[in-house]
């Protein structure tokens, strides 16, 4: 992560590498990845709760179906680690990028579903006995994006509060990414920078996601959004904005994998699944995320997220 605020010589973002890697990973599994280029709201999930999956096929014991919301995958992240996986274990597995995890889930058609800890699907999955508890992995990213300018000298901070006081104090525009989880984080910050003055610099016109960026680039202004969403969004539309702060935790968000339960849904490889998981989990693994890079942002790692877990579950080695 960018810890030098004066460093504004680094190279560019290329953003071809991004959607390169992201493409590639097709070639993962069986299964096309579905909704890489969608975010997590824009396809309906399944909410019946009583949804249960009537295939009778039996469990493929030689493969693990993984279905994961995209940001993981088009971040580069579980094409890496299943290819370790893929290599030590001797399973093939199929993955899926969706913004339906849990709808696939409950039809029956994944061993193993990762998403955000927040997914707003995450919890009545598991309430209704459809997954084993959520075992956190890692984290994402999100960035507090703004015009390369950046007329509050925001660039490089390691604290965002401290960049969202110098937005504040210098009157930079600053337009909300109106989704829950980013307005609640803006709260955060608002309070942590004194509760300044709203009037004149912060516009809230309701405007969600890629209508959000749009907006603050047309203003030459700051928005925050996840970095993959971010860099996938640039490489299309051309943002005038840059990443500017990704270095404090409160910017990153965690994932959990959740084993679908075999008793609930049929056709499941429930021990693929703890295999692909525990495997996720393990010290080599969780340190091999710390090497992973963002495509098209080469200087962002992914943060592990194994040790949050009770400590009794997770590997020895």
């Given at each position: 992560?960018?810890?030098?605020?004066?460093?504004?010589?680094?190279?560019?973002?290329?953003?071809?590498?991004?959607?390169?890697?992201?493409?590639?990973?097709?070639?993962?599994?069986?299964?096309?990845?579905?909704?890489?280029?969608?975010?997590e709201?824009?396809?309906?999930?399944?909410?019946?709760?009583?949804?249960?999956?009537?295939?009778?096929?039996?469990?493929?014991?030689?493969?693990v179906?993984?279905?994961?919301?995209p940001?993981?995958?088009?971040?580069?992240?579980?094409?890496?680690?299943?290819?370790?996986?893929?290599?030590?274990?001797?399973?093939?597995?199929?993955?899926?990028?969706?913004d339906?995890?849990?709808?696939?889930?409950?039809?029956?058609?994944?061993?193993?579903?990762?998403?955000?800890?927040?997914?707003?699907?995450?919890?009545?999955?598991v309430?209704?006995?459809?997954?084993?508890?959520?075992?956190?992995?890692?984290?994402?990213?999100?960035?507090?994006?703004?015009?390369?300018?950046?007329?509050?000298?925001?660039?490089?901070?390691?604290?965002?509060?401290?960049?969202?006081?110098?937005i504040?104090?210098?009157?930079?525009?600053?337009?909300?990414?109106?989704i829950?989880g980013v307005?609640?984080?803006?709260e955060?910050?608002?309070?942590?920078?004194?509760?300044p003055?709203?009037?004149?610099?912060?516009?809230?016109?309701?405007?969600r996601?890629?209508?959000?960026?749009?907006?603050?680039?047309?203003?030459?202004?700051?928005?925050?959004?996840?970095?993959?969403?971010?860099?996938?969004?640039d490489?299309?539309?051309?943002?005038?904005?840059?990443?500017?702060?990704?270095?404090?935790p409160l910017?990153?968000?965690?994932?959990?994998?959740?084993?679908?339960?075999?008793?609930?849904?049929?056709g499941?490889?429930?021990?693929?699944?703890?295999?692909?998981?525990?495997?996720?989990?393990?010290?080599v693994?969780?340190?091999?995320?710390?090497?992973?890079?963002?495509?098209?942002?080469?200087?962002?790692?992914?943060?592990?997220?194994?040790?949050?877990?009770?400590?009794?579950?997770?590997?020895?080695?």
């Amino acid at each position: 992560m960018p810890d030098d605020p004066d460093d504004d010589a680094r190279p560019a973002l290329d953003r071809r590498i991004f959607l390169q890697l992201a493409a590639g990973t097709a070639a993962l599994g069986a299964l096309p990845l579905a909704g890489c280029k969608k975010n997590e709201t824009n396809v309906a999930p399944t909410d019946a709760p009583s949804a249960i999956a009537t295939t009778s096929a039996a469990a493929n014991p030689g493969v693990v179906r993984i279905v994961s919301v995209p940001t993981a995958v088009e971040g580069n992240l579980l094409p890496t680690l299943i290819a370790d996986f893929e290599r030590d274990a001797k399973l093939r597995v199929e993955l899926t990028a969706t913004d339906d995890v849990y709808g696939l889930a409950r039809a029956g058609k994944a061993d193993l579903a990762v998403s955000h800890y927040g997914h707003k699907h995450a919890e009545a999955f598991v309430m209704e006995g459809f997954g084993e508890w959520p075992r956190t992995i890692f984290s994402n990213q999100m960035a507090l994006v703004g015009p390369p300018a950046d007329p509050a000298k925001i660039r490089g901070l390691l604290d965002a509060g401290e960049a969202f006081r110098r937005i504040a104090a210098t009157k930079s525009p600053f337009v909300l990414n109106g989704i829950d989880g980013v307005r609640y984080l803006v709260e955060i910050l608002w309070n942590a920078a004194g509760r300044p003055d709203r009037a004149g610099w912060f516009f809230d016109e309701g405007k969600r996601k890629e209508a959000a960026l749009t907006e603050a680039s047309e203003r030459g202004a700051y928005a925050f959004w996840g970095l993959t969403p971010f860099l996938r969004m640039d490489h299309t539309s051309h943002l005038k904005l840059e990443p500017l702060v990704l270095g404090d935790p409160l910017l990153q968000r965690m994932l959990v994998s959740i084993v679908i339960k075999g008793s609930k849904v049929s056709g499941v490889n429930v021990d693929g699944a703890n295999a692909l998981q525990a495997h996720l989990l393990s010290p080599v693994t969780q340190a091999r995320i710390r090497e992973v890079r963002y495509p098209g942002a080469q200087s962002v790692a992914w943060v592990p997220g194994g040790r949050h877990n009770r400590t009794a579950i997770l590997p020895k080695g």
